[in-house]
């Protein structure tokens, strides 16, 4: 900055002549810096090829979103929480004869343990909402939060982005997309089970909801640190 500096100071006591031109030098100056800063990135990523190499697109937990309180919560909470554990498990079963040591062993764990709460969702939704369709359920757009006939079937759409598997793996480069996709999958969850805190007045519900956020914050620290060690 000190060129800047310098043609400001310039400019004090010149021409208008002077002040015309090292207004330009100053445009000038300001644009080299401005293309300098698009260009940075782009340098940085060819001097580092792998920069953008574990970025994984995942869909966004933003669609998670499950709508008002009211006497379908919990079912449409646990409809929600079913999509979302199955594509856990399977992203899971991408890596689970993988010879990084942990990963393979961390993503049985993570099938087992969220396979057993798909169970218990299952039993829970048959003995509470006897009269819910078979399909799963989401909220109508202006739909009546206390009311089935406010909820309409879950669409493709929206059980793929519950589920949030992603794209793009390989047998190459399955280890890392299974822990920066697991890691954001997980966020989706810790999201649902908070917002569950918030809106159901279920203690089973809730229980379930707390021993997510405990479980899923320990694995998003164990999927980090193995991210770190397994980056290539």
Same mark, same amino acid.
């Given at each position: 900055?000190?060129?800047?500096?310098?043609?400001?100071?310039?400019?004090?006591?010149?021409?208008?002549?002077?002040?015309?031109?090292?207004?330009?030098?100053?445009?000038?100056?300001?644009?080299?810096?401005?293309?300098?800063?698009?260009?940075?990135?782009?340098?940085?990523?060819?001097?580092?090829?792998?920069?953008?190499?574990?970025?994984?697109?995942?869909?966004?937990?933003?669609?998670?979103?499950?709508?008002?309180?009211?006497?379908?919560?919990?079912?449409?909470?646990?409809?929600?929480?079913?999509?979302?554990?199955?594509?856990?498990?399977?992203?899971?079963?991408?890596?689970?004869?993988?010879?990084?040591?942990?990963?393979?062993?961390?993503?049985?764990? !993570?099938?087992?343990?969220?396979?057993?709460? !798909?169970?218990?969702?299952?039993?829970?939704?048959?003995?509470?909402?006897?009269?819910?369709?078979?399909?799963?359920?989401?909220?109508?757009?202006?739909?009546?939060?206390?009311?089935?006939?406010?909820?309409?079937?879950? /669409?493709?759409?929206?059980?793929?982005?519950?589920?949030?598997?992603?794209?793009?793996?390989?047998? /190459?480069?399955?280890?890392?997309?299974?822990?920066?996709?697991?890691?954001?999958?997980?966020?989706?969850?810790?999201?649902?089970?908070?917002?569950?805190?918030?809106? /159901?007045?279920?203690?089973?519900?809730?229980?379930?909801?707390?021993?997510?956020?405990?479980?899923?914050?320990?694995?998003?620290?164990?999927?980090?640190?193995?991210?770190?060690?397994?980056?290539?």
């Amino acid at each position: 900055m000190p060129r800047l500096q310098n043609l400001g100071c310039a400019l004090e006591g010149a021409s208008y002549g002077e002040y015309f031109v090292l207004g330009l030098l100053m445009r000038s100056a300001l644009a080299a810096l401005a293309l300098l800063g698009l260009l940075t990135p782009l340098a940085r990523a060819q001097l580092n090829p792998h920069e953008h190499h574990h970025h994984i697109v995942m869909p966004s937990a933003h669609n998670h979103d499950l709508g008002p309180a009211g006497s379908t919560y919990d079912l449409r909470w646990l409809d929600a929480m079913v999509q979302h554990h199955t594509g856990a498990l399977r992203m899971s079963e991408f890596v689970f004869d993988i010879g990084q040591p942990g990963v393979g062993a961390l993503a049985k764990g !993570i099938w087992r343990d969220q396979a057993q709460e !798909i169970k218990a969702m299952g039993q829970w939704r048959k003995a509470w909402y006897p009269e819910a369709p078979v399909y799963p359920v989401t909220l109508k757009t202006s739909g009546d939060p206390n009311a089935l006939a406010g909820l309409t079937r879950m /669409s493709t759409a929206q059980i793929e982005a519950m589920r949030m598997v992603g794209t793009d793996v390989t047998k /190459s480069n399955r280890v890392n997309w299974f822990l920066e996709g697991m890691i954001a999958h997980h966020g989706g969850a810790l999201a649902m089970a908070d917002d569950a805190l918030k809106k /159901s007045t279920n203690p089973t519900i809730q229980r379930l909801a707390r021993q997510i956020i405990v479980a899923q914050q320990r694995e998003i620290i164990e999927l980090k640190r193995m991210l770190k060690r397994h980056a290539i």
